[in-house]
């Protein structure tokens, strides 16, 4: 009996599996790559919330949270796959929260999630190409931010109400990029705008002087930069700024954060753009909770949070930390009925589930699921005034 119990401690202590009195979640985000610094408040919001459910010490009546950093690249699926191997196969996490960027959150999703029956939510991959009507998943994959195919729309509002109505598009050559600048231009042109080109970047190059090039030569009011912040896109901007080609850009969600204004600042004067926000009560909530510990207001940090929330809040209901037993509940506490449940709320949201109540998790995003797995998703309109992402108004 020695000899077993010795062989199964062997086996346990190499697959690094979870204590009788833990759960482990993945926090897989690009730490490195084009949106690196995007990925550190994103991290710790997820880790905000593990600790929070740790500290009431409700989640199963046992079990504490704990977080399993890989580096997803945001760029390389290949890279990406294999840490989210080690995550399921050596750190015996539980569930995702990630992936980041829509190309290695579906390679991720696919050689590897699905294989081994793992819940992922992702807090920041937008590609429609990940919706449920496209991707068969098994109902393990869920986002707390919205589709691109909103975001599409959403930039077209933007643009037209301003009165821009033609514009050049380039976009980083992926999933991200070209679905989004897809669904824009169907936006676009159906109300009654121009798209005069567009053309995919690659990220990380260090001349984009043909690109801007050609971009010029077809002309626009405004140049559309679907791209990442700390990698092409910036490129795509600086190039376009030094030549003269453009001085006023329309950014979605890949290029927006502190770098935008340190890397540009008042040269970008004027120009627009969106990223999924809102200015729910939940979001001035997890402000507050958070202290200035890590920047809230920085791009797909509330979602992190939330998406951290909705695995654990699921796992109460399902009575089970497994992810074939809780994948089943998430829609369930995302959505009414139940009482409404906000950042900091994470406690009572585990007593009234424990105690057979239903709860309606908010968080800090708004939350509101959609079919299987998507979420309706708020955004924010801001202008760049006096080199400073100055908000207009959220949508």
Known sequence: ??????????????????????????????FTGPIESLTPPMADAAEFAMQEVTDSKLLLDR?????????????????????????????????IMGADCSGVTGAVLQNVALPNGIVMISPSATSPGLSHNNNEDNGLFFRTAPSDT????VMTEVLIEQGVKEVAISYVNNDYGKGLADTFQ??????????????????????YSAEIGALAAAGGERLVVIGYLDEGGAGIVRAAIDSGAFDTFHFPDGMVGENLEKNFGSEIDGST????????????????????????????????????????LAMQAAGSIEPSDYKKHIFDVAN??????????????????????DVNYVGATAVELIGAGESAGNYREFVIENGTITTVKYR
């Open 1 to 30: 009996m020695k000899k077993i119990l010795s062989a199964v401690a062997a086996i346990l202590a190499i697959n690094g599996s979870t204590s009788a009195n833990e759960v482990k979640i993945g926090v897989m985000l690009g």
């Open 336 to 357: 009414a009925p139940g009482e409404e449940i906000y950042p900091g709320e994470l406690a009572k949201a585990l007593g009234i589930i424990k105690n057979g109540g």
């Open 186 to 207: 169907t936006a676009f042109e159906k109300a009654g705008g121009t798209i005069t080109l567009s053309t995919a970047h690659e990220s990380g190059k260090g001349d």
């Open 63 to 95: 079990y504490k949270v704990s977080s399993v950093r890989a580096d997803s690249t945001c760029i390389d699926s290949a890279v990406a796959s294999s840490a989210a191997e080690r995550l399921i196969t050596s750190d015996g996490v539980k569930g």
């Open 273 to 312: 753009g969106q990223n999924p926000s809102t200015d729910s009560p939940g979001a001035s909530k997890l402000k507050e909770l958070v202290g200035g510990a890590f920047k809230t207001d920085s791009p797909y940090t509330p979602e992190s949070y939330d998406a951290t929330a909705l695995i654990l």
């Open 150 to 153: 909103r975001q599409g729309v």
